[in-house]
């Protein structure tokens, strides 16, 4: 049995984002400036985004993806259950009514087939998520927003880097959320981005810093004008030059990060295939999953603990597990105010009730995964029914 604990995740924040930040603290500009700027232009460049808005958290580009497209009070915008608050707290938050959509047996993403029977006439954008880093279908939620006449969000928080047949996550004209909070593929330690049409990432810049006029980041510097306008009540969620400095760094190890998320993957597969206590993480042919979690689901009838005892199971066995997610439609809030019930989204919820995400961050050695590949098979086979 492993000596110490393995944490459920911890972060790869290196010596060179450490010089970086230090060299930002020794500079003359330490909020949104120059930095922040390389950050946006050499995020769009990694996934080949038209435009890239550097933010506060993900949550904050949900929230002014939507309210750049005007979304608000009498409108509905549909989402699924399986994923984290924030992807629903963000139509709450331009007055919308949350809509939920249940999802796909195999990926835990939106059903395709489930949004479109609940769209109604006042629906006006669909938010998919990439559940795990695995792209939802992304053809079909395409064509559905353009015949009906939807904004299409997608909560890319796990996709960082995914590709969906050839087309990396954020590649396209519709905003796409990332998060770079600490426990994300890449991370600033709060952190998030937005990618879009230029159009759209226009209408959101001002509304990130109080509604302002857009460059009045500048306006402490030699030549930039004291003078500003306010044209709507925005809000204040611009990432800062010392969370860019950060990101610069993690960008360009992101690839490395890919491997060892790949390789930590392919020892667990292998590890687990063949044990029917277990049902895997599929990855559908045609794209390239982010593995931001590994999320394994148990077969509760082929076991005789449930998944919490399992989670414990394995924390006295010194490994870091975790869950995602607890289905918006079972938190009080949602409960309450929509009069959702466990069994009105099935498949979400029988997904909860036997998941568990194992530690796949880029700092796991092989040793690592060999000591949370013999502590799992060791609790399902002690348990074995
Ligand atoms: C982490 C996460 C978010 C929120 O990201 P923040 O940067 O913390 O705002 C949103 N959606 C999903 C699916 C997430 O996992």
């Not at 939106?110 to 792209?135: K, S």
């Not at 426990?183 to 159009?199: R, S």
């Not at 709507?232 to 969620?237: A, L």
């Not at 077969?299 to 918006?328: K, M, Q, T, W, Y």
Request: charged letters at 25%; one cysteine or more; aromatic letters at 10%.
């Amino acid at each position: 049995m492993r000596s110490e604990y393995l944490p459920f995740c911890r972060h790869a924040i290196g010596e060179e984002e450490i010089a970086e930040v230090v060299d930002t603290l020794r500079s003359a500009w330490i909020t949104t400036g120059p930095k922040t700027r390389r950050f946006e232009e050499e995020f769009a460049g990694y996934v080949g985004a038209p435009g890239a808005l550097a933010l506060s958290s993900c949550t904050a580009a949900l929230h002014l993806a939507l309210a750049a497209a005007r979304i608000g009070p009498g409108d509905e915008v549909v989402t699924t259950p399986f994923t984290f608050a924030a992807t629903a707290n963000v139509i709450e938050h331009v007055g919308a009514r949350v809509v939920l959509a249940d999802v796909e047996p195999d990926t835990l993403n939106l059903d395709p087939a489930a949004a479109e029977a609940a769209l109604t006439p006042r629906t006006r954008a669909i938010i998919v998520v990439h559940y795990a880093g695995h792209p939802a279908e992304l053809d079909a939620f395409t064509a559905l927003a353009a015949a009906r006449g939807l904004l299409l969000v997608e909560d890319a928080a796990h996709a960082l880097p995914a590709r969906y047949h050839g087309r990396l996550v954020g590649s396209g004209t519709n905003p796409v959320a990332f998060s770079f909070y600490a426990t994300k593929n890449l991370t600033t330690g709060e952190g998030g981005m937005l990618t879009a049409a230029t159009e759209l990432l226009e209408a959101a810049r001002p509304l990130a810093l109080h509604g302002m006029t857009s460059d009045a980041w500048r306006r402490y510097e030699r030549g930039g004008s004291w003078a500003y306008e306010v044209r709507s009540p925005g809000f204040k969620y611009n990432m800062g030059d010392i969370q860019a400095s950060l990101g610069l760094w993690q960008l360009r190890k992101l690839t490395a990060f890919q491997e060892r998320r790949r390789r930590i993957v392919a020892l667990y597969n292998e590890a687990f295939a063949a044990e029917d206590a277990f049902e895997l993480p599929v990855a559908r042919p045609g794209i390239e999953h982010a593995w931001h979690l590994y999320p394994l689901r148990l077969r509760l009838d082929a076991l005789r603990i449930d998944r919490d005892a399992f989670l414990r199971e394995l924390a006295e066995r010194n490994i870091g597990a975790s869950v995602h997610f607890i289905p918006i439609h079972v938190h009080p809030y949602y409960r309450d105010r929509y009069g959702w019930r466990p069994e009105d989204f099935p498949v979400a919820y029988d997904a909860f009730r036997r998941i568990l995400s194992l530690p796949v961050d880029p700092r796991l050695e092989d040793a690592d995964a060999a000591d949370v590949i013999e502590a799992v098979l060791d609790v399902a086979r002690t348990y074995r029914r």
